[in-house]
């Protein structure tokens, strides 16, 4: 069977490595020209990186990323609200990891272009619509570089393209743009010396747009040194306050130091580390309606181009990796792809739907916002009770995780290509 895969970010090459290592043959046609080491910091969380241990990628993985142990929530003087551990930390087998985007990007693209061939990732080719029928998908690109039509003849065709994607586009013609919370977020890396403990990943404030993240993604290169920090400041102003522009809008140092002003963090230089940052980039907070339906015919999303989330919980990524496992499962489980995306659409949108709606009632961070309401921390167990109740329907609680069959589909189960 062969499967082609419309974008070349974490969700579209994972997709081809799970594709891959079910016996399924797979392609990734990615819109850029050229896939970067950019971007800045993303998590990945225990039932993610069990996903990527299980592709063989462990070791890659402890290369490039800092495993966290605890997550601590601050309020805007620095106090301690309420924390929680983090990976290993807190039952779970696998780690959780901080890493650069980027970085983790090119690490899942070396893993393509070893395992699949040089040619498995085609770059350069804006993905404009599809035909199907019942053989089979005809995909239709643009070759940016060499300004001509492209088609793809494939047996499934898998829309992993992004929050905007033009493979949901074409399912759902009169969707409209992405839906904002009106808060925009404005991201840096920067050289900081440790906050905390080093291995801590720090979220501070209360409600959507009063917020301040930080966590580190690389150690210093020598004792005593400074590590990578990535970090997030979020913000909401009325639309005459602040030209606010679109995502990637770059933001001035001045803009910047007079956001971070008002917050009394004491274990974070907030100047310095404003200063450190080489460039401030914001980014609305967006996501979409959840949809009925994923898959029609031999076509089917997955990863943000299904089901783009508010990061709070950090599960949006997370969520896009064990997508891509039970999506490869499923085509190996069924002769029919069509019944294969039906299976692998039951099994995966309810529950994923359910975490984009937690996450717009703020999923666990509804811990912090309740306490800047209450006027203090929250007792222990209720603010337990939180984080329990999202991980258990994110399906990420520790039992959960470490105790599930592995979707790793064995070389007698796969279907032959």
């Not at 040619?119 to 350069?124: E, F, H, K, P």
């Not at 602040?242 to 130091?257: N, V």
């Not at 299976?343 to 359910?354: E, I, K, L």
């Given at each position: 069977?062969?499967?082609?895969?419309?974008?070349?970010?974490?969700?579209?090459?994972?997709?081809?490595?799970?594709?891959?290592?079910?016996?399924?043959?797979?392609?990734?046609?990615?819109?850029?020209?050229?896939?970067?080491?950019?971007?800045?910091?993303?998590?990945?969380?225990?039932?993610?990186?069990?996903?990527?241990?299980?592709?063989?990628?462990?070791?890659?993985?402890?290369?490039?990323?800092?495993?966290?142990?605890?997550?601590?929530?601050?309020?805007?003087?620095?106090?301690?609200?309420?924390?929680?551990?983090?990976?290993?930390?807190?039952?779970?087998?696998?780690?959780?990891?901080?890493?650069?985007?980027?970085?983790?990007?090119?690490?899942?693209?070396?893993?393509?272009?070893?395992?699949?061939?040089?040619?498995?990732?085609?770059?350069?080719?804006?993905?404009?619509?599809?035909?199907?029928?019942?053989?089979?998908?005809?995909?239709?690109?643009?070759?940016?570089?060499?300004?001509?039509?492209?088609?793809?003849?494939?047996?499934?065709?898998?829309?992993?393209?992004?929050?905007?994607?033009?493979?949901?586009?074409?399912?759902?013609?009169?969707?409209?743009?992405?839906?904002?919370?009106?808060?925009?977020?404005?991201?840096g890396v920067a050289h900081h010396p440790h906050i905390l403990d080093g291995r801590s990943i720090v979220v501070a404030g209360g409600t959507p747009g009063a917020k301040f993240v930080a966590y580190p993604i690389e150690d210093p290169a020598t004792t005593g040194g400074e590590a990578l920090m990535n970090w997030v400041l979020e913000v909401r102003h009325e639309p005459s306050a602040l030209p606010m522009g679109g995502t990637g809008r770059?933001?001035?140092?001045?803009?910047?130091?007079?956001?971070?002003?008002?917050?009394?963090?004491?274990?974070?230089?907030?100047?310095?580390?404003?200063?450190?940052?080489?460039?401030?980039?914001?980014?609305?907070?967006?996501?979409?309606?959840?949809?009925?339906?994923?898959?029609?015919?031999?076509?089917?999303?997955?990863?943000?181009?299904?089901?783009?989330?508010?990061?709070?919980?950090?599960?949006?990524?997370?969520?896009?990796?064990?997508?891509?496992?039970?999506?490869?499962?499923?085509?190996?489980?069924?002769?029919?792809?069509?019944?294969?995306?039906?299976?692998?659409?039951?099994?995966?949108?309810?529950?994923?739907?359910?975490?984009?709606?937690?996450?717009?009632?703020?999923?666990?961070?509804?811990?912090?916002?309740?306490?800047?309401?209450?006027?203090?921390?929250?007792?222990?167990?209720?603010?337990?009770?939180?984080?329990?109740?999202?991980?258990?329907?994110?399906?990420?609680?520790?039992?959960?995780?470490?105790?599930?069959?592995?979707?790793?589909?064995?070389?007698?189960?796969?279907?032959?290509?």
């Amino acid at each position: 069977m062969r499967v082609t895969v419309v974008g070349g970010g974490i969700a579209g090459l994972t997709c081809a490595l799970s594709l891959h290592a079910a016996g399924l043959e797979a392609r990734v046609w990615e819109a850029a020209r050229t896939i970067e080491a950019i971007g800045v910091g993303i998590n990945l969380l225990p039932h993610a990186v069990r996903e990527l241990s299980e592709l063989g990628l462990a070791g890659e993985l402890a290369s490039v990323a800092l495993p966290p142990h605890r997550l601590s929530y601050r309020d805007r003087t620095g106090e301690t609200v309420w924390e929680e551990p983090l990976g290993t930390a807190a039952g779970y087998r696998w780690p959780q990891y901080s890493v650069h985007r980027g970085r983790l990007q090119m690490v899942l693209l070396a893993a393509v272009r070893e395992r699949l061939g040089p040619d498995a990732v085609r770059t350069g080719l804006q993905f404009q619509r599809f035909d199907q029928n019942a053989d089979g998908v005809r995909a239709h690109f643009h070759d940016r570089i060499g300004d001509l039509p492209v088609t793809d003849d494939t047996d499934v065709l898998v829309g992993a393209d992004g929050i905007d994607s033009a493979v949901r586009a074409q399912l759902y013609p009169y969707e409209g743009p992405a839906l904002g919370n009106g808060v925009h977020m404005w991201r840096g890396v920067a050289h900081h010396p440790h906050i905390l403990d080093g291995r801590s990943i720090v979220v501070a404030g209360g409600t959507p747009g009063a917020k301040f993240v930080a966590y580190p993604i690389e150690d210093p290169a020598t004792t005593g040194g400074e590590a990578l920090m990535n970090w997030v400041l979020e913000v909401r102003h009325e639309p005459s306050a602040l030209p606010m522009g679109g995502t990637g809008r770059r933001i001035t140092t001045a803009e910047a130091h007079n956001e971070t002003a008002s917050w009394n963090l004491p274990w974070v230089d907030l100047a310095t580390l404003v200063e450190q940052s080489q460039a401030i980039l914001q980014y609305p907070m967006l996501d979409r309606d959840p949809l009925p339906r994923w898959s029609f015919g031999r076509v089917t999303l997955l990863g943000d181009a299904a089901h783009p989330m508010f990061p709070m919980g950090m599960n949006g990524g997370s969520q896009s990796v064990v997508d891509t496992r039970v999506l490869a499962w499923c085509l190996t489980r069924e002769n029919d792809p069509v019944a294969a995306l039906r299976r692998y659409d039951r099994m995966r949108r309810p529950t994923v739907n359910a975490v984009v709606l937690a996450n717009r009632a703020l999923g666990p961070e509804e811990v912090i916002a309740r306490a800047e309401s209450h006027g203090g921390p929250l007792p222990a167990g209720r603010a337990e009770e939180i984080a329990t109740r999202y991980h258990k329907l994110a399906e990420a609680t520790a039992p959960q995780v470490n105790s599930h069959s592995s979707w790793t589909v064995s070389g007698s189960t796969a279907r032959p290509r």
